[in-house]
């Protein structure tokens, strides 16, 4: 899937109008850093509320943010009124997620109808260093005219 | 994995230990609630901070603390100077998780000298109805004597 | 999801005619053990024509008649005019297949209109010993009125 | 992980020595392509033996061929003395495997001293026209020094 493919029109705003509405997202921290069609980027800074026992970032929020980077690569190819829902996702912790900044990226490997798949990548920084600490895969489902489902 | 079978001395205070140095669980409001050898239960309430874009818990909130509930089950079998870490999970978003509370299960389906395979379901309450709303499953690698990564 | 629960008029004859119909079924040895509503099982005696290099059931022998169990359980659900397609799994090679006989269940979890999830396990015999050597869950679609993709 | 950097002495003739001890392999009719560090492809012919109940590509011979080819494609970084097995895969199928010919391609994404992770895609070739149809990600084990899984 080209990044430089024309998305829909309005993808951009109706893609940050939606991150705007995960609460998550900001009390996280997470910021939404590219949007551009079938991809999306999503960045963290590191605090210790975000860490598990070891105080790296938890695989739970590596996750987190690696779901919104894929669900909203897939999104952004949606028509206008279209919800986005995760089926499902998997997740590989390639290394330790030590860093002081998370960078996620979600890219659409096939736009379907009903189903759309994507792939995301996340990388820690650290000390000027990057480091790819997790890749995964993840099955997105659009619902269209669903009350309560809309973004 | 019998829940009843007995676990490693002091397996429970060293889980309970190990889950309060999450950071992560205090800032999304997690408590630990049941920890048996090879099953460990965790409940979340909800909170607008914790939502997607419609309003439920977001699908990574949801595989946080299933990833944690997974985790804490296989190390509820570890010996005492072990650490765990995620190698890869996959979650299922069976239903829309919309409810007062969160509560993930994980349990050991198989347990090995490196590897630890769990499965963990997630349910959320509304009005006084359960919803089975996640499923999956998860690889987990015990760490021996490696600094910095004990519990 | 009840094995005992009724399922739609002829789901079994229409399940073991689909199955007839899987050209590696036949090739590898595999028949249709159970078929009640929502499950599945399938074995597979051992030949050398299945093994990985050190002479086991191959993985991908194993999730081949694991996905048949799974996509079957899921089928015998579905509607009369519809078929099934598998649209991801993820299998867990828990145990080397290292066996005379395999025996995969797949179960249903949640069967929706157009997506259903399932489990799936498989088991090998050998000297009298059943082995648990994988487990997993799978994404199904239900495809209804599709030309070429009835059963 | 570059295609082109230099792989274990020998480990192409180990990789291809190991292949040809998969009787699955040639009961399918598979033939191993491509064996750089790191990359392996694998082809196959279609033969009514191999498809599902419409007629295409089983999803399991399709995950049996990526399976394969993402573990050599590991094997091919392991050093002289390691035998490899699979932990897990999951794969998602793209489109229907419809066609003369199928073709699996594992790429390491990230090797390590006991796991390495992969990624694997196959295509379909129907009247000179290629199409994507299964992506996944792997998980891999490196044995060395175990009794009868070297290679």
Do not use: N
Request: aromatic share 8%; glycine share 14%; hydrophobic share 45%.
């Amino acid at each position: 899937m080209s990044p430089t493919a024309q998305g829909p029109a309005g993808f951009e705003a109706r893609t940050r109008a939606s991150f705007a509405k995960q609460g998550i997202m900001a009390h996280l921290g997470a910021t939404l850093e590219g949007v551009a069609p079938g991809r999306v980027e999503i960045a963290l800074p590191y605090r210790p509320e975000l860490s598990q026992q070891h105080g790296f970032f938890h695989a739970g929020v590596v996750a987190t943010v690696a779901d919104s980077a894929g669900g909203y690569a897939g999104f952004t190819l949606f028509p206008e009124d279209a919800g986005v829902l995760t089926v499902e996702f998997k997740i590989h912790l390639l290394a330790a997620a030590d860093g002081e900044r998370l960078v996620a990226a979600g890219e659409v490997i096939r736009s379907g109808r009903t189903l759309t798949v994507c792939r995301f990548d996340a990388w820690v920084d650290k000390a000027g260093q990057r480091t790819h600490c997790a890749t995964g895969t993840q099955t997105l489902m659009s619902l269209i005219g669903r009350a309560g489902v809309k973004g």
